[in-house]
Nanobody, 126 residues
Framework: QVQPVESGGGSVQAGGSLRLSCVASDYILSTNSMGWFRQTPGKEREGVAVIYHGSGTTSYADSVKGRFTISQDNVKNTVYLQMNSLKPEDTAMYYC???????????????????WGQGTQVTVSS
């Protein structure tokens, strides 16, 4: 079973940057892809970015394209989300996610996720 653990959230002014990290032991052996999702109170959880381990291919929500970058370090079992040019509307709880392994793969839909981290808060002030 994969247990993602996030870190790196915090508060920043608009235009600033943050980097989120997600550690999941042996994710290369257990999953095909990992990603980041976010949620604000009263709204549905939404996909932000996904990375596929084998190819390194990435997928992004339109709202973050050109500003956010997802990457992976297979030696450290860590997935990162570099967030630049942050906007107040990026304020949310950010969750790391993993697929269920075998033939499964993440998409930007929360229904594709098998494992969730506990979340890390990102707050962007104007």
């Amino acid at each position: 079973q994969v247990q993602p653990v996030e870190s790196g959230g915090g508060s920043v002014q608009a235009g600033g940057s943050l980097r989120l990290s997600c550690v999941a032991s042996d994710y290369i052996l257990s999953t095909n892809s990992m990603g980041w999702f976010r949620q604000t109170p009263g709204k549905e959880r939404e996909g932000v970015a996904v990375i596929y381990h084998g190819s390194g291919t990435t997928s992004y929500a339109d709202s973050v394209k050109g500003r956010f970058t997802i990457s992976q370090d297979n030696v450290k079992n860590t997935v990162y989300l570099q967030m630049n040019s942050l906007k107040p509307e990026d304020t949310a709880m950010y969750y790391c996610a993993a697929d269920g392994g075998r033939g499964t793969r993440l998409t930007l839909r929360p229904s594709s996720v098998s494992y969730w981290g506990q979340g890390t808060q990102v707050t962007v002030s104007s």
